[in-house]
């Protein structure tokens, strides 16, 4: 079973997304900012990372930028912001990210995109 | 008339208010743990509700409420080899790796804080002597450090119950630990190997003088800190040791409730964070 | 080799300590980031210590030494000091921005009385960090800043962080609102979704 980290400060945030994804039938982790998504990171595997940017002591851009710097821990990530201006994006696939999207996902969208960068069929 | 009574819903706010401020994640399983911690100090708070004490915990400028449930919340009790898999981190890894950039005239430097009655510090000396090769070519030096002066003389005196030293090994037992009246009592040597410090982490005059360190071990302290203290005292910490040191929390802590300063290493025994390399 | 106490205290520090703010305005500026971090810990007793700190932050590269400017701000904590953080909530800088969100969180009392523009701030991320900032704000106003926020903020994503916040501070005064919020916002599943569960934790059932 495919498993993904939800990486966002804000818990509504994290339970929606967590919904959508369990339904889909892959199991989920959260963390709450950059640090401890890395920790959970290096000690467990994904399949797929959903970054949060603004989050306290250490934002999505930095989170993926360490991540990047592992060998082992090169899966997607896509990163979700309320920006949606174009100097963002390019952070975000300067930092690492797979796919930048902006806030807030519908349900199908992030399906779509989440089977597309797993290598999985669309539905 | 007061309502001790905790909704579900309540429960949910309460446990990701908890694991925002802590790290620490309550599941819905653990509830009944957590509600009687809670209804008790409801009462003793004098809340007429979940919701007047919530207001509390959330705001009280002093933090001294959250501590305290804090304290309820975590189990504290303090014996030798606790969380020994630190220790094993220690000479598995971050010692070959510290020493691999050090200079050879110059000590390793170890730092225990809090050093609370001293089974910490006396875990690792054992630990150094016992399973570390390294120490037949270096010196090392292990500082404990506490707030509390009459805890930092209960340390220096060494003496155990048997609960507290029952995951010592056998030998190490004989080695290192005598019989006196009222308990075991850490060896002479051990005992001089550790220099005990009173030194108050929010006092910069005090974190000043603590220089050069490679390690340095602060299990379960900052988790009673208020936000700002930490961020703070991890600052100080920061001070303290040499680029490249590493820095060991509790099990239950983790550096993202506390500062950015430090940057996640991966080991296999543990999870530990380093003062990057790089740094000025 | 062995295990052994160190023999000497380090005596270097008590120098350190009698330097006067002149010479802590001078470190402030230093080439080596650890002077730079003393100085920026030592200058809150030194006047104008706060739009030093500022001027420091706006230049300084090093982490390490903006996480300690930004301690030292909070503990200064006049309206100065707020002041010059709302400006970092402009900042390109993500990291800058989060930190100067953390700092305020620290300074309830400081950050009040301006709360109310911040909230109106022109710029929808500006009002994000504000609601962001509300979370730890303990003022009579807050529960009613966030019900004003859901009513007539344009901004969804604004509309979506004070939702997530009602449902832990919020109380009955709140449904109408949410309940609004779920009407202007009928094609966005989160805003459903986060509504309804900020109305069930409110109600409690």
Known sequence: MKHILIVDDASTVRMYHRNILEAAGYTVDEAVNGIEALEKALTGKFDLYIVDINMPKMDGYEFLQQLRREPMHQAPAVMVSTEAAELDHTKAYFSGANLYMVKPIKPLQMMTYVRLLMGEESA | ?280 | MALKKSRKKNTTQSQNEKRDCNQIRNELLSDDASSRRWAARDIVNCPGATHMLLDQLNNEEEPSVRQVILSSLTQLGDSEAVEGLVNCLRSEDASLRNEAIEAMKQLPEEVAPIMATLLNDPDPDVRIFAVNILESLCHDDVEQWLVSVIRDDEHVNVCATAVDLLGEVGSEISIEALTGLKDRFTEEPYIQFAADLAMKRISGD
């Open chain 2, 1 to 280: 008339m007061s309502d001790h009574n905790i909704s579900e819903h309540d429960f949910d706010k309460f446990a990701e208010f908890f694991y925002r401020k802590t790290g620490i994640k309550f599941e819905p399983s653990k509830r009944y743990f957590v509600d009687k911690r809670l209804t008790e100090r409801m009462r003793e708070t004098g809340s007429d509700s979940f919701r007047h004490y919530f207001t509390t915990l959330r705001f009280q400028a002093s933090g001294e409420e959250l501590q305290r449930l804090t304290n309820l919340l975590t189990v504290n009790e303090t014996y030798f080899m606790r969380e020994d898999y630190q220790f094993r981190c220690l000479i598995d890894s971050m010692l070959p790796d510290v020493i691999s950039r050090h200079d050879p005239r110059k000590p390793i430097r170890i730092w225990c804080i809090p050093s609370s009655s001293g089974e910490e510090p006396y875990s690792i000396a054992m630990y150094l002597l016992e399973e570390w090769e390294g120490i037949n070519d270096w010196d090392v030096e292990l500082i404990a450090s506490d707030i509390d002066t009459q805890i930092l003389a209960t340390a220096q005196k060494g003496i155990y119950s048997e609960r507290s030293i029952r995951n010592v090994p056998a030998s190490w037992k004989r080695r290192y630990f005598k019989s006196v009246p009222g308990g075991h009592q850490v060896s002479e040597d051990i005992r001089d190997a550790v220099e005990f410090t009173r030194i108050n982490l929010s006092e910069p005059a005090d974190v000043r003088s603590m220089r050069n360190i490679d390690i340095i071990f602060c299990r379960n302290l900052l988790i009673y800190f208020d936000d700002k203290s930490r961020k703070v005292a991890a600052e100080y910490m920061y001070e303290a040791m040499s680029p490249g040191g590493y820095i060991c929390l509790g099990h239950t802590e983790s550096m993202g409730r506390i500062s950015p300063l430090y940057r996640v290493k991966k080991f296999p025994a543990a999870i530990v964070y380093q003062r990057p390399l790089e740094a000025k």
